[in-house]
């Protein structure tokens, strides 16, 4: 338990690599927040699979292309488990476009 004490926030932790880093986190003994965008349903699947290896767990849903909603994901992270220490920045959006023409 190499983390134990300590609190991370994963955004983009609903669904794939976020999702494994979650629970990966937990496995060593952080407590972690989940913040999710779009995928409220994966965000309480993975915060299931948390809780059942004895760490705590919320989930915040935010748009992180809004400034307004970063802060705020940061303010309840703090207020839901009482600081934090790890930040895994995941989250990402993809945009379908000819990589020739995106790197012209």
């Known amino acids: 338990m190499r983390l134990s004490g300590k609190t991370a926030l994963v955004t983009g932790g609903s669904q794939g690599i976020g999702e494994a880093v979650a629970i990966r986190l937990a496995q060593e003994g952080a407590d972690v927040v989940v913040n999710y ?5 994966g965000a309480d699947k993975v915060a299931s699979e ?5 760490r705590r767990c919320i989930c915040i849903g935010s748009d992180l292309a809004k400034v307004e909603d970063a802060g705020k994901l940061i303010q309840e992270s703090v207020a839901g ?9 995941n989250a990402g959006m993809e945009k379908r476009a000819d990589f020739w023409n995106v790197a012209k």
Do not use: A, F, R, Y
């Open 37 to 41: 965008h779009s995928h409220p349903e």
């Open 50 to 54: 948390i809780k059942k290896l004895g």
């Open 81 to 89: 488990l009482g600081g934090l220490d790890i930040l895994v920045n």
